[in-house]
């Protein structure tokens, strides 16, 4: 049968660095080439978010998709090194690059939203719950926060905050929380 | 004025290969070596999610934050390829890599909820929405699909569902939609 031949498992074994716990299988071979591409949220009002995420956290828009009878765009960034910047593919080999990445931010917009003063998204920090907050890590938490600052960013938690003092808490033009960590200071 | 010194912008442009339009600015040099780190979303039972994460698309589990104070436990994740799996750092080095990759996967889970029935997360598709889902790159979809289906892997939209065939949606434990692309199908 189909079935049981596909699921007849070959499995690598998981790296002996990482964490064995219960519930964490082995590696199955049909994963091979499985990449985590993409998180999509939903937004408001486009010309804010692009100047958000590519004027303030530095990333670039590598692809629009449009679908006018639809009534939605959808918009993909990523934060790229300068090396990447210089060799960007172009065209369709650029949308193919795309989906082949990590870490790519998808903005979908719902058309008229943006004129609706009242409209908003839900951020999933209150009920009901779910996604939390996307995260990134920058080379210098204190500058870091300076440069938000300096942006009128809003914070939903300053690093001086709370009981953790080497996060914090930013939020993106539609509220979403966009946790910040300086990777050296996140050993246990 | 610190604020308007710290806010003195030096930019660099964008790249020419990427989408220009109203909203995009260039690149500030204060967002030099930002990363977009990883995505947090909610989790009811981990043992489930650990099985899915690892055992279906292959996952594997860097880190694990406990806070048993404040009764909730955090796992990171990534999809690693061979060769990142054979050079893994391991200790407290294994945890300042995790946060300075692309493409984590935060799992939060909150003490108790995996032995209440009737609690569960809101997948942010139904109202109140925000975010959407995540996204995995495959090397062959119709490979994937008999993969998901081989596993028991509930499906949101198989590919020759709706309009657009060259993608699917599965749902992972949770109900959260994960999207699942062949890059190369995905030229405009």
Request: charged share 25%.
């Given at each position: 049968m189909t079935v049981s031949h596909v699921s007849s498992d070959i499995t690598v074994p998981q790296p002996s660095q990482s964490v064995q716990l219960t519930g964490v299988c082995d590696i199955p071979?049909?994963?091979?080439?499985f990449r985590f591409n993409h998180t999509m949220l939903r937004i408001k009002d486009p010309k804010r978010s692009l100047e958000f995420y590519t004027?303030?956290?530095?990333?670039?828009?590598l692809c629009v998709k449009r679908f006018e009878q639809m009534s939605f765009d959808l918009y993909f960034l990523a934060k790229l090194s300068e090396a990447e910047r210089q060799n960007l593919p172009e065209g369709d080999d650029l949308a193919i690059y795309t989906f082949r990445q990590r870490g790519i931010l998808e903005l979908t917009h719902n058309y008229g939203t943006e004129d609706d003063e009242g409209f908003s998204y839900h951020s999933?920090?209150?009920?009901?719950?779910g996604f939390g907050h996307i995260c990134f890590c920058v080379p210098d938490l204190s500058a870091a926060v300076a440069w938000f600052d300096a942006k009128g960013v809003a914070f939903q938690?300053?690093?001086?905050?709370?009981?953790?003092?080497?996060i914090a808490f930013i939020k993106d033009p539609d509220g979403y929380w966009i946790e910040i960590v300086q990777a050296d200071l996140m050993a246990d």
């Amino acid at each position: 049968m189909t079935v049981s031949h596909v699921s007849s498992d070959i499995t690598v074994p998981q790296p002996s660095q990482s964490v064995q716990l219960t519930g964490v299988c082995d590696i199955p071979s049909q994963s091979s080439g499985f990449r985590f591409n993409h998180t999509m949220l939903r937004i408001k009002d486009p010309k804010r978010s692009l100047e958000f995420y590519t004027g303030v956290l530095g990333m670039t828009l590598l692809c629009v998709k449009r679908f006018e009878q639809m009534s939605f765009d959808l918009y993909f960034l990523a934060k790229l090194s300068e090396a990447e910047r210089q060799n960007l593919p172009e065209g369709d080999d650029l949308a193919i690059y795309t989906f082949r990445q990590r870490g790519i931010l998808e903005l979908t917009h719902n058309y008229g939203t943006e004129d609706d003063e009242g409209f908003s998204y839900h951020s999933g920090n209150s009920e009901p719950k779910g996604f939390g907050h996307i995260c990134f890590c920058v080379p210098d938490l204190s500058a870091a926060v300076a440069w938000f600052d300096a942006k009128g960013v809003a914070f939903q938690k300053r690093p001086e905050e709370g009981k953790m003092n080497n996060i914090a808490f930013i939020k993106d033009p539609d509220g979403y929380w966009i946790e910040i960590v300086q990777a050296d200071l996140m050993a246990d």
